[in-house]
């Protein structure tokens, strides 16, 4: 069964500081794997996909099939990144799988 | 464009009591979707359509019914609303087929079922 794990909740960090949203997958194909984020008030955005291999805001995630994982970093995090981020695994017809999700809060 | 919109925005129902959630795209994207969003469980799908005239179960379809009539309107039903169906639904629409194409969410709409 398809699954993804985002086993952090909240990740707090000052400004400045790098960060890493972790995040694990369980799939038996070859996965298309995304990021999503909601800012406050907001609605839920696609931030980066990993077929594109960009970066995004600062934001870059690489695919390791080996561990199964698509972590989130950025290397100075801002105050304006503080919003809910939501690691996602599409099938083969295109339905997303979320975690649980990660709030990362950038203190100044 | 208005992108995915979502109607209403909020609503409190009574237990028993039914109603149908909207959403409209203007997009012309094949794909939509119903998600639910609850506190430490993520989103989770409940029906999703692949074009007009289709629809499917997610991983979490009892209670809810769905119709895509339309291609740009997706509808989502809640017969007899329970306690349980407290959530905020999120309607979501994406062009087609594979390759990682982005899904677009509407605002949400916030359900209180009392």
């Known amino acids: 069964a398809q699954r993804v794990t985002q086993p952090e909740k909240l990740l707090s960090v000052f400004k400045g500081a790098p960060v890493e949203l972790k995040c694990n997958y369980s799939y038996s194909g070859s996965p298309e794997l995304f990021w999503y984020v909601q800012y406050s008030r907001q609605r839920l955005q696609l931030l980066l996909r990993h077929i594109s291999r960009e970066s995004i805001k600062g934001f870059t995630a690489d695919l390791n099939k080996g561990e199964t994982s698509f972590h989130l970093k950025k290397p100075f995090a801002q105050e304006e990144d503080s919003a809910m981020y939501y690691c996602?695994?599409?099938?083969?017809?295109?339905?997303?799988?979320f975690g649980t999700g990660t709030r990362l809060l950038v203190s100044p | 464009n208005a992108g995915v919109t979502q109607t209403p925005k909020f609503r409190v129902l009574k237990t028993g009591q039914s109603m149908t959630l909207l959403c409209a795209q203007d997009m012309n994207h094949e794909y939509m979707y119903w998600y639910r969003q609850d506190p430490g469980m993520g989103l989770r799908l409940i029906h999703y359509?692949?074009?007009?005239?289709?629809?499917a179960k997610g991983e979490v379809p009892d209670g809810y019914n769905v119709s895509r009539l339309k291609k740009q309107n997706f509808l989502l039903g809640l017969e007899s609303a329970a306690p349980s169906q407290t959530s905020v639904y999120f309607c979501?629409?994406?062009?087609?087929?594979?390759?990682?194409?982005?899904?677009?969410f509407g605002p949400g709409t916030r359900l209180t079922v009392t």
């Open positions: 979501a629409s994406s062009y087609d087929g594979r390759g990682g194409y982005e899904q677009y």
């Open positions: 359509s692949v074009g007009e005239g289709t629809t």
């Open positions: 996602a695994l599409s099938d083969d017809f295109q339905k997303l799988v």
